[in-house]
């Protein structure tokens, strides 16, 4: 399957090209609100030349996206980038509504079903359950309506049915295993001597894990450790659990891993909701990151981005929010005029410690 790698931006131009702003979380079902800006304003911001052009054919199309869960985060700042871009490129705000789907596949799917009925130009779906894509994907080219996947990647057999009948679906996202091997090498980075506190030849760890359905948590939770393995590095799990994204079970799960295994050199976390509830427990348990422990998560949000200018979190993973969104939003346009794109779109994480975080921090805020 031929892969389009979309390059990282880079720092210095997503300030000045890319930050529009990224207004606050919606907490109902359905956002369909218009942008703080209008789109004139939104476009200058974006740089876009050829606003006047996408404003006539675009204004009156309408999107449907669906998102898993408003409560995510790092989807909060996803959904919120993407309507403004969308905004930006020429869509009516009116036009694009963006379902949360509360964790639940059953309503995500009535929700598609609804925006099928309604008539909607283009859908972008954030997955409940990636093993729901093939239905998904049915019930879109059932009703000849192009579809662009988000965040959530569905397996190669669902991908290959895209490539063999010609649909207009494809995925927009990072390779998890780029992310993972970026947490296991800001470890293995330190060097042995600092990471082994207890001097017993051995990388001791608790692994707080995401959904585990989604293939995003599956290789970060694998590929982390490889990464360390890799250095030559010989590691041993003294805990591992489910977290589910989710700030408070990380938080109990990595208070109780703690009080079993004191002897724990380093916490991952496959996401920075969750890193953030284990620094609680870490801080409950009179541990302090960088002197006798260390943790590390993925998606470089502000609060994380924070703790490790701080000292207080060892380093995270930016999943770049700002690329992903613009590059779906890019896809859903060129179906909307009729036009292709390759079924799979990729982009880039950044490793972030001490050394770059306030850089990123400074351009995502």
């Not at 919606?26 to 942008?35: I, L, R, Y």
């Not at 309604?118 to 779906?125: A, E, T, Y």
């Not at 009948?165 to 995925?171: F, G, L, S």
Request: aromatic share 6%; proline share 1%; charged share 25%.
């Amino acid at each position: 399957m031929k892969k389009k790698l979309i390059s990282l931006l880079v720092v210095t131009a997503m300030v000045v090209t890319m930050l529009s702003g990224c207004s606050g979380s919606q907490a109902n079902t359905a956002d369909n609100t218009g942008s703080d800006s209008s789109a004139s304003e939104t476009v200058s911001k974006t740089g876009n030349k050829d606003a006047s052009t996408n404003v006539l054919s675009l204004l009156d199309k309408k999107v449907g996206v669906c998102i898993y869960q408003f409560e995510d985060d790092f989807m909060t700042l996803f959904r919120n980038e993407l309507k403004n871009y969308l905004v930006a490129q020429g869509f009516s705000a009116d036009n694009i509504s963006i379902a949360d789907g509360k964790g639940s596949q059953d309503i995500q799917t009535s929700q598609i079903k609804d925006f099928i009925d309604s008539g909607v130009d283009v859908l972008i779906i954030n997955p409940v359950n990636a093993s729901s894509a093939s239905e998904i994907t049915d019930l879109a080219m059932e009703a000849n309506i192009p579809l662009v996947y988000i965040n959530r990647e569905p397996d190669n057999a669902e991908e290959q049915r895209w490539t063999d009948n010609d649909w207009n679906v494809c995925y927009v996202g990072c390779d998890a295993r780029q992310s993972g091997t970026y947490q296991g090498e800001i470890i293995s980075d330190l060097g042995m001597g600092a990471v082994d506190l207890n001097k017993n030849g051995k990388v001791e760890y608790i692994m707080v894990q995401g959904d585990p359905e989604n293939i995003d948590a599956q290789y970060r939770t694998d590929f982390s450790i490889k990464a360390i393995e890799d250095a030559g590095m010989e590691t041993k799990c003294v805990a591992s659990d489910v977290g589910n994204w989710e700030k408070e079970q990380a938080k109990t799960i990595v208070a109780d891993a703690l009080a079993a295994h004191p002897e724990t050199e380093v916490v991952f976390c496959n996401n920075d909701a969750m890193a953030l509830g284990a620094l609680e427990s870490i801080e409950s348990a009179g541990r302090t990151v960088g002197t006798d422990i260390y943790l590390v998560g993925v998606d470089a949000l502000i609060e994380a981005l924070e703790d490790v200018i701080d000292g207080k979190m060892t380093g995270t993973v930016f999943n770049d929010h700002f690329s992903q969104a613009h590059s779906a939003a890019d896809a859903a346009i060129n179906y909307v005029k009729g036009q292709s794109n390759d079924h799979y779109i990729g982009c880039d994480y950044v490793k972030i410690t001490v050394d770059n975080a306030q850089e990123i921090l400074d351009a995502v805020k």
